[in-house]
């Protein structure tokens, strides 16, 4: 069958007009390759980063605020980038951080997609009564930024159980709280989607030959909503890593010794002013040239599935 044939298959995404418009944008396929890089660091840290930088039997106090080997006589080449005040290596830190930001991004979009797509097609479908409940709770959550209803979460967690137990679970509370975040553009758009499919000829012969809606919903309404819905979750892990970058960086999110990029520079900020200034910037940078890469991705994703503009 040639729809089981891996070869056939990459035969026609190389002939498809994603491939085509992917190919033909410079732009683009540096976003990617740059995306794919800090990818390949981050989850690669644990066999790639010099030191372990936060093991504390790997630490010394006497490495401690080393600058960068390039701006300074005084460097040392086994810190590049320099180091902390406690002698952590900063480029293991933030393959380190890196990482552990991208797990927040991922887990926080599948979260938000999961919860986005299930009342999407609920609202959507069924319409009437269920679907004005769904819609009016996401009219009230646009109302709030993001980063203020994630705060919200945080804190009722943090009023429910001990500091030492959050510090246990901050993962978890973190993308459960990003997650609740953003699932409203899931939804909306889900359910516009749906609209309109659910009145076209397939939906209507999969009812006739009694199927149920759950099924109609996953097997046939759900497959042709994704191109929208994969737009929106590339765009959300820009803004998921933000988000988490913005918790951590007030004190709310991921704890000193779980750091993320946005744990890291607020670590750095504290010790700016003394001059110590590549502890902040170089895992700054980091952030904004992943989220940067990210966002041309989604970008150029969002213009490739639009029909209008092929």
């Known amino acids: 069958m040639a729809g089981g044939n891996p070869s056939g298959w990459l035969a026609r995404a190389a002939d498809s007009d994603v491939w085509w418009s992917f190919k ?43 600058p960068p080997v390039l701006l300074s006589p005084d460097g040392d080449w086994s810190f590049p980038l320099g180091t902390d005040e406690q002698g952590r290596d900063l480029l293991s830190s933030i393959m380190y951080g890196t990482r552990l930001s991208l797990v927040v991004g991922l887990a926080s979009v599948v979260v938000a997609m999961v919860i986005g797509i299930t009342l999407g097609l609920v609202s959507g479908y069924l319409g009437g009564t269920v679907d004005a409940v769904i819609m009016r709770i996401a009219d009230v959550q646009l109302t709030f930024p993001a980063i203020l209803v994630a705060l919200l979460i945080d804190g009722v967690v943090r009023t429910v159980i001990s500091v030492q137990r959050h510090d246990e679970i901050a993962l978890f509370v973190i993308v459960g709280a990003i997650g609740l975040s953003f699932w409203v553009s899931y939804a909306r758009t889900v359910r516009g989607s749906v609209m309109v499919e659910k009145g076209k000829e397939y939906v209507q012969a999969a009812r006739v030959i009694g199927l149920s809606p ?24 820009g803004l998921a890593i933000i988000t988490e970058a913005t918790l951590s960086f007030l004190g709310v999110g991921l704890p000193p010794t ?53």
């Open 258 to 310: 779980e750091p993320s990029l946005g744990t890291l520079i607020r670590l750095g900020n504290e010790v700016l002013q003394s001059g110590d200034w590549w502890i902040t910037v170089f895992p700054g940078v980091t952030l904004a040239v992943l989220v940067l890469a990210v966002n041309l991705l989604g970008d150029w994703l969002r213009d490739a599935l639009n029909p209008k503009l092929r």
């Open 214 to 237: 759950v099924l109609i919903m996953v097997r046939h309404v759900l497959p042709n909503v994704t191109g929208p819905v994969l737009v929106i979750a590339t765009l959300n892990l």
């Open 24 to 66: 033909s944008s410079s732009l683009t396929v540096a976003a990617a390759v740059t995306t794919l890089a800090i990818f390949a660091l981050a989850f690669l840290s644990p066999v790639l980063a010099p030191h372990t930088p936060f093991d504390p039997a790997t630490l010394s106090l006497s490495d401690g605020l080393k």
